[in-house]
């Protein structure tokens, strides 16, 4: 059964940077779909990045595009979330999530796909 487990989240400023990880346990292969989601108080969880780890393809929705990384080492057991520019707008729990399927378009960064669910790490940001 894969495990995941994030950690790495923090109060920054406004402006700076953080990096989250979520280590792995269990069988992941190429054929999974990987992602980051966050959830603020009063809102509903949302993607913030997808990484397909068979062809290396991402997806960022436009709030986080050009200023959010996904990405994983070569043992697939370790997933990053690369976190710059940050923003007050940022604050929530983020969470790492897998899927033993190639997800695609929407479905990337749709909660519901995802089997696999790490305990969420908070992150705040300070103006």
């Known amino acids: 059964e894969v495990q995941l487990q994030a950690s790495g989240g923090g109060l920054v400023q406004a402006g700076g940077s953080l990096r989250l990880s979520c280590a792995a346990s269990?069988?992941?292969?190429?054929?999974?779909?990987i992602a980051w989601f966050r959830q603020a108080p009063g809102k509903e969880r949302e993607g913030v990045a997808h990484?397909?780890?068979?062809?290396?393809?991402?997806y960022y929705p436009v709030s986080v595009k050009g200023r959010f990384t996904i990405s994983s080492n070569n043992a697939k057991d370790t997933m990053y979330l690369q976190m710059d520019s940050l923003n007050p707008e940022d604050t929530a729990v983020y969470y790492c999530?897998?899927?033993?399927?190639?997800?695609?378009?929407?479905?990337?960064?749709?909660?519901?796909?995802?089997?696999?669910w790490g305990q969420g790490t908070l992150v705040t940001v300070s103006s």
């Open positions: 999530a897998a899927d033993p399927r190639h997800l695609f378009g929407v479905n990337t960064v749709n909660p519901q796909f995802y089997e696999h």
């Open positions: 269990g069988f992941i292969d190429d054929e999974y779909s």
């Open positions: 990484l397909s780890l068979g062809d290396g393809d991402t």
